[in-house]
């Protein structure tokens, strides 16, 4: 499985329109087919730029599934709002590839 992270740092003068169009625009990147999940987290770090910070993280099944993501829907799904907030946040985008996942044992009795 692969993770999408993108990490936005976003001006507080927009913050709270921002994160409501954020929640639009995540159910619209799962309804490609593309992802199985997304989780929205704040980043709890102070900038020195200031705003506040997010990470997104969406989780596909195979590098297809991302390789499909990005030849036929990100473009009009990134333009469609950051075009509105670009001049107010800064966006980076990684890949991650799960190696494993780990989970607690649970104690028999």
Same mark, same amino acid.
């Given at each position: 499985?692969?993770?999408?992270?993108?990490?936005?740092?976003? @001006?507080?003068t927009?913050?709270l329109?921002?994160l409501?169009?954020?929640?639009?625009?995540?159910?619209d990147?799962?309804?490609?087919?593309?992802?199985?999940s997304?989780?929205?987290?704040q980043?709890?770090? @102070?900038?020195?730029?200031?705003?506040?910070?997010?990470?997104? +993280?969406?989780?596909?099944?195979?590098?297809?599934?991302?390789? @499909?993501?990005? +030849?036929?829907?990100?473009?009009k799904l +990134?333009?469609?709002?950051?075009?509105?907030f670009? @001049?107010?946040?800064?966006?980076?985008?990684?890949?991650?590839?799960?190696?494993?996942e780990?989970?607690?044992?649970?104690?028999?009795?």
């Amino acid at each position: 499985m692969y993770i999408y992270n993108v990490t936005i740092n976003i @001006d507080e003068t927009v913050h709270l329109e921002w994160l409501s169009w954020m929640e639009t625009h995540i159910v619209d990147v799962l309804n490609t087919g593309k992802f199985l999940s997304a989780k929205l987290t704040q980043v709890l770090v @102070d900038e020195e730029m200031g705003g506040k910070t997010y990470s997104v +993280q969406y989780t596909a099944n195979s590098r297809e599934d991302l390789d @499909d993501y990005y +030849q036929f829907e990100a473009a009009k799904l +990134q333009s469609d709002g950051f075009k509105k907030f670009a @001049d107010k946040m800064v966006a980076f985008r990684t890949e991650l590839k799960i190696v494993n996942e780990f989970f607690p044992t649970v104690a028999s009795n």
